[in-house]
């Protein structure tokens, strides 16, 4: 059972918007600042999110997140195949000491 | 370029020993928090444990303490660790992560920035 939850799968077709949540607490999305990361098929996690809504450099500009309270969201616009993968939403938690991870939303590219 | 790359996975009996290592380069390596991130087959990320710069701090997870221990040698530009008692639960792919913590506005800021490739680690008799 993960700290964060997020949807167990997400899918779009090819230029579609696509959306995947991840809820927390006041311990940690209500406090802290949420990460996003992804995963694509037979490779290491990559950050693809930081600070609530930065995009490390490379990653195209059709990623964006947002926050509210202790609920984020991670938005891929212009949905193309090679985005079918793992995303999971991280966050400091207060409590913990330490950083928690959501479950993980896989996406599929219909 | 930035790169980390582990080492040291295998497989191990149910109460074995394993050291993990992780050869840092490309980065001024004794400037960095650092962590471990595991991923058990088919399952999620969960943070194991932090270090901090010069490893006077560490930190782990409920499931781990007692039993892992995380360290580091700025010289060799590697970070560690070793694991003890191991359980089949542990099996993983155990992932050297770099760190980036700072404090924005009073929020604190943490979030890994560069990932290894990963090191897999079997527990079964």
């Known amino acids: 059972q993960s700290v964060l939850t997020q949807p167990p799968s997400a899918s779009g077709t090819p230029g579609q918007r696509v959306t995947i949540s991840c809820s927390g607490s006041?311990?940690?999305?209500?406090?802290?600042?949420v990460n996003w990361y992804q995963q694509l098929p037979g490779t290491a996690p990559k950050l693809l999110i930081y600070?609530?809504?930065q995009r490390p450099s490379g990653v195209p500009d059709r990623f964006s997140a947002s926050k509210s309270g202790t609920s984020a969201s991670l938005a891929i616009t212009g949905l193309q195949s090679e985005d079918e993968g793992d995303y999971y939403c991280?966050?400091?938690?207060?409590?913990?000491?330490?950083?928690?991870f959501g479950g993980g939303t896989k996406l599929t590219v219909l | 370029e930035v790169q980390l790359v582990e080492s040291g996975g295998g497989l191990v009996q149910p109460g074995g020993s394993l050291r993990l290592s992780c050869a840092a380069s490309?980065?001024?390596?004794?400037?960095?928090?650092m962590t471990w991130v595991r991923q058990a087959p088919g399952k999620g990320l969960e943070w194991v444990a932090n270090?901090?710069?010069?490893?006077?701090?560490?930190y782990y997870v409920d499931s781990v303490k007692g039993r892992f221990t995380i360290s580091r040698d700025n010289a060799k530009n590697s970070l560690y660790l070793q694991m003890n008692s191991l359980r089949a639960e542990d099996r993983a792919i155990y992932y050297c992560?770099?760190?980036?913590?700072?404090?924005?506005?009073?929020?604190?800021?943490?979030?890994?920035?560069?990932w290894g490739k990963g090191t897999t680690v079997a527990v079964s008799s």
């Open positions: 992560v770099r760190v980036r913590i700072t404090m924005i506005r009073g929020v604190l800021s943490y979030y890994m920035d560069v």
């Open positions: 490309g980065f001024t390596f004794s400037s960095y928090w």
């Open positions: 270090i901090k710069e010069d490893g006077s701090e560490k």
């Open positions: 006041s311990s940690n999305i209500g406090t802290n600042i």
């Open positions: 600070s609530n809504n």
């Open positions: 991280a966050a400091w938690d207060d409590s913990l000491n330490g950083p928690v």
